[in-house]
């Protein structure tokens, strides 16, 4: 065989989700190599014939994507308890890994698991997922210097309108229905109790910094702050929208000094930029 049949004989083998002996004699398989010659690709050792050392990786698999997703969503493998398993497998089988590498396998965990209907409560575990993905996203970005304090207090008051604020790349802002939030904070000590799912709306920050990623809650009028800079606005545009708002939504003038504050030593901005000039308008006629 050549080598890249090879690989993709081994690759259908291996991810097959049905036992080694199907798996070798799926049509997938059987398109690269028959069943009967298996030993002239891998020979049998002195304790295991050439299927059983196949069976070695082909059974190790599911249990490979288990670990990965536990990795990633710890909280919802805490709350599912032996369901997670399967979850596993309902979600492999909807969404199987497709790249080199598992890093990304969970990524439509949040999606799948807004969609399923047996695993309850639904929106609870979609909103615990896409707080752990946010964690996971932040933890997996690209480095970036910070922002120091000192970096902003050097713009001059008349200028600071006119520019924007670079969000860090590990920043994400996450909206919640569900107490996902207070949940995940008691996963790692089992002498808390852990709240029941309920609703409650709330506001959470992830970034990462030194290497660790950290997550607080904020306001939802500091939230939308938080986005319309992620879209990178400037920060005219950015207090003017937040004053605007109407009740919770809405900014008061003194809470930018605090926030700023807070969120340049929590290291969620990257650097300053200039804002860019909105294009001139030309008539025509």
């Excluded at 909206?175 to 506001?203: C, G, Q, V």
């Excluded at 400037?234 to 919770?248: C, N």
């Excluded at 939504?249 to 929590?266: I, L, M, N, S």
């Amino acid at each position: 065989m050549r080598l890249a049949s090879l690989q993709r004989w081994m690759q259908t083998v291996v991810v097959h989700p049905g036992t080694t002996e199907q798996a070798l004699r799926s049509p997938e398989a059987a398109a690269h190599l028959k069943p009967a010659r298996l030993e002239t690709v891998l020979l049998p050792s002195k304790a295991l014939s050439a299927a059983q050392r196949v069976a070695i990786y082909q059974e190790m698999y599911p249990l490979r994507m288990r670990d990965a997703l536990a990795s990633d969503y710890p909280g919802l493998e805490h709350f599912l308890g032996d369901s997670f398993w399967d979850f596993v497998t309902a979600y492999t089988s909807a969404h199987p890994s497709r790249g080199y590498t598992l890093n990304r396998l969970g990524d439509q965990v949040p999606a799948f698991l807004g969609r399923q209907k047996t695993l309850k409560p639904r929106g609870f575990l979609k909103d615990l997922a896409r707080l752990e993905l946010a964690i996971t996203e932040s933890f997996d970005s690209p480095e970036s210097g910070l922002l120091r304090a000192e970096d902003l207090e050097a713009i001059p008051p008349g200028r600071l309108g006119q520019i924007r604020l670079v969000t860090a790349p590990s920043l994400r802002v996450v909206d919640l229905e569900w107490n996902a939030a207070d949940y995940l904070d008691t996963i790692r000590d089992e002498s808390h109790e852990h709240p029941k799912p309920r609703r409650s709306r709330s506001f959470v920050a992830v970034v990462r910094r030194n290497y660790s990623v950290y997550r607080f809650p904020v306001s939802e009028a500091a939230f939308l702050i938080l986005s319309d800079l992620e879209e990178g606005r400037a920060i005219s545009s950015v207090v003017k929208r937040a004053m605007g708002r109407r009740g919770r939504r809405r900014a008061a003038a003194g809470d930018f000094t605090g926030w700023f504050r807070q969120w340049t030593a929590e290291g969620v901005f990257s650097g300053i930029r200039k804002a860019k000039k909105a294009p001139t308008r030309r008539l025509t006629g």
